[in-house]
């Protein structure tokens, strides 16, 4: 993988990169943690993308591990890709595989738009309550095994909010080989 995967300690908010991920709710209106801080910062014009996609493509709301994309508004991200996570515990057993979904989803539409750059928060760890050691093995699986066939994704940040949780993710990722 060559160093394209580099995690960081910090605000998913300021990162200056093709396009963050955010760890949205199915209605994609905003919510707490990581969504909250989108909206608040980014301005209106994600919010307004958001009810957007809402009326044209997703009436019922984002089915989880899913994503779209949206402007970034005032954010030093050029866009937004907006994936739901799955809630731990509430999708009968297929937890990791939706999370996988999530990873896989939002590269996947960073690719069509050629995006070379793009940066995650730990998606589920929050509100949704999946387990950090858990997801990192699902979230280091993932990329490894998506980014081995996208080579044209430069950089994918890991960006945590606190040393715990990235300590928590260098404990327990399963990456093989050079990263
Ligand atoms: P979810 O509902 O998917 O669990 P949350 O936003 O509640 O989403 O939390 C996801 C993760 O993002 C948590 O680990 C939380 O600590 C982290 N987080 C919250 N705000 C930020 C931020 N501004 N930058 C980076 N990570 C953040």
């Not at 093709?18 to 943690?33: E, H, K």
């Not at 937004?80 to 297929?94: N, S």
């Not at 280091?140 to 095994?145: D, K, N």
């Not at 998506?146 to 430069?154: E, F, G, I, V």
Request: glycine content about 10%.
């Amino acid at each position: 993988m060559a160093g394209r995967i580099r995690l960081y300690l910090g605000d998913l908010t300021e990162q200056a990169v093709d396009a963050i991920v955010n760890a949205a709710n199915a209605s994609l209106l905003g919510g707490g943690g990581v969504d909250g801080a989108i909206h608040r910062r980014g301005g209106p014009a994600i919010l307004e993308a958001c009810q957007q996609i809402r009326r044209t493509h997703w009436p019922e709301g984002l089915p989880t591990g899913e994503a779209v994309i949206t402007t970034a508004g005032q954010l030093a991200a050029r866009f937004v890709i907006h994936t739901v996570g799955p809630i731990y515990r509430e999708h009968g057993g297929q937890e990791a595989q939706l999370l996988a979904n999530c990873y896989r989803n939002a590269l996947h539409l960073a690719n069509q738009h050629a995006l070379t750059s793009l940066a995650f928060p730990a998606i589920s760890t929050g509100v949704y309550g999946y387990p950090a050691n858990e997801a990192a093995e699902v979230v280091s699986r993932t990329l490894q095994e998506s980014l081995l066939r996208d080579t044209s994704m430069t950089e994918v940040r890991l960006v945590f909010f606190a040393q715990q949780q990235l300590d928590t993710f260098l404990r327990h990722q399963k990456f093989t080989g050079q990263k």
